[in-house]
Structure formats: C-alpha cells, structure tokens
C-alpha cells in the first residue's frame, strides 16, 4: 500500500518570504500523479499543483512549485511571495496510474499559518 | 467547471439514528469516493465506486455503507450513528487522478 507522510505539522511565514512544505512517499509503482491540495477555513479543497511522475520538469502555477525528485521519492511544495491568503492546511496526496482502482492516498496535513 | 455537491454543511443526529449523507457531481466522473478527515488524521478513505451499483471498501469502512443508483450520486449510510462518527465528510469525484471535492458535511452524533 502507498503511504504520504507530511513531517511538518504546523510552518510559519511571514508575508512576502518563502516556504517550503515536505512531502515523502511511498510507492512500488512507476507511474503516478502527485497533488498538493489546499483547505482553508472554509473547508473547500482546492488543487494547488499536480504532477505527472512521467514528467521530469516540475510544475509550477504561478507562486507555486514543486521539488519532485523521484528517486528519493520526496514531493516537497513551494510557496513564494506568501500572502495572508496562502494560510491554510495543505494536503499532499497520491495517486497511481496502474492501479486497478483510482484512489488517492493523502498525507496528515501541514497547516501554514502566515504574519504580517 | 466540476462541481460536487454534498446535500448538507452541517448535521446533528442521535446515537442510533440511521444517517444519510449524499453527494452528487455533474461531469460524468465514474470514480467518487467518500472519506472522513479528523485533525491530525489527515484524510481516510471510506468507501469509493468506480461504477453504477459498484463499491469498494476502503481504509476505515466499518460502521459504513454506500450506495450508489445513478452514475452522479454517492450516498454514504451510517447504519446506526454513534460518537465516535462525529467527524468531518467530504465526497470527491475523479478524472485523470485528480480528485475534485464536495463542501463537506460535518457530522455531530449526541
């Protein structure tokens, strides 16, 4: 089975800095997706960024990235120029393409709280 | 745009109540899931379907049943409430691996 682990709780920043949150994985497959996803108060989750493990070249959405490095099996998000609005928890999430059945597999959570 | 829709924001039901929280999505999507996320859980799947009158169990299934008549709805069935269902809800549906969720229903069992 395929495990996310989010090792950060809880992370900090200040507006305008950047931060960067941890994802590790799990997996024996060789073709999967990987998401980060986004809940704030509200409680909507939003997909912030997807990547294809086929791909090489990380994805980004504006002042989001990713650190995909697939050997070592780490997914890790980036946040530049934060802003108040980024405050929510995020979600890592995994998904295989050979499985029988589409699933996703998510991580415990890393809530970012941002400063003035 | 998709749009999954749970029926409920809120519930409060009675130990021993039959429950049902239903869900519903508009793009055809085959895969919908239900799971249940609890603070410093993170997000556990429940049950999913990948077809009409189709379910798989997932991480946590006991104390749960689905149904699922029609392609867009997604019904999760707690048999007979209890405490420790008190939780968070959310439905997704999926296409190309991503899921797409629902508002969610937290549930409250006095």
């Known amino acids: 089975a395929q495990t996310v682990t989010q090792s950060q709780p809880e992370m900090s920043v200040q507006e305008a800095e950047t931060v960067t949150l941890s994802c590790t994985y799990d997996?024996?497959?060789?073709?999967?997706?990987l998401f980060w996803y986004k809940q704030p108060p509200s409680r909507q989750m939003i997909l912030v960024i997807r990547q294809e493990a086929y791909k090489q070249q990380n994805a980004t959405e504006n002042r989001f990235s990713v650190n995909f490095q697939k050997a070592a099996k780490s997914f890790s998000l980036k946040i530049s120029d934060s802003q108040l609005g980024d405050a929510a928890m995020y979600f890592c999430a995994y998904n295989g393409m050979n499985s029988g059945y589409s699933t996703l597999t998510f991580g415990k959570g890393t809530m970012l709280l941002v400063s003035p | 745009d998709v749009k999954v829709t749970q029926s409920s924001r809120y519930l409060v039901k009675r130990t021993g109540e039959k429950v049902f929280l239903e869900c519903v999505q508009d793009m055809d999507h085959e895969n919908m899931f239900w799971y249940r996320q609890d603070p410093g859980l993170g997000l556990r799947l429940i049950y999913f379907?990948?077809?009409?009158?189709?379910?798989e169990k997932g991480d946590i299934p006991e104390g749960y049943s689905v149904s699922r008549e029609k392609k867009e709805r997604f019904s999760l069935i707690l048999e007979s409430a209890s405490t420790n269902q008190t939780s968070m809800y959310l439905c997704?549906?999926?296409?190309?691996?991503?899921?797409?969720f629902g508002q969610g229903t937290r549930l409250t069992v006095v």
């Open positions: 997704a549906s999926s296409f190309q691996g991503e899921a797409f």
């Open positions: 379907s990948y077809d009409v009158k189709m379910k």
């Open positions: 997996t024996s497959e060789s073709d999967y997706y």
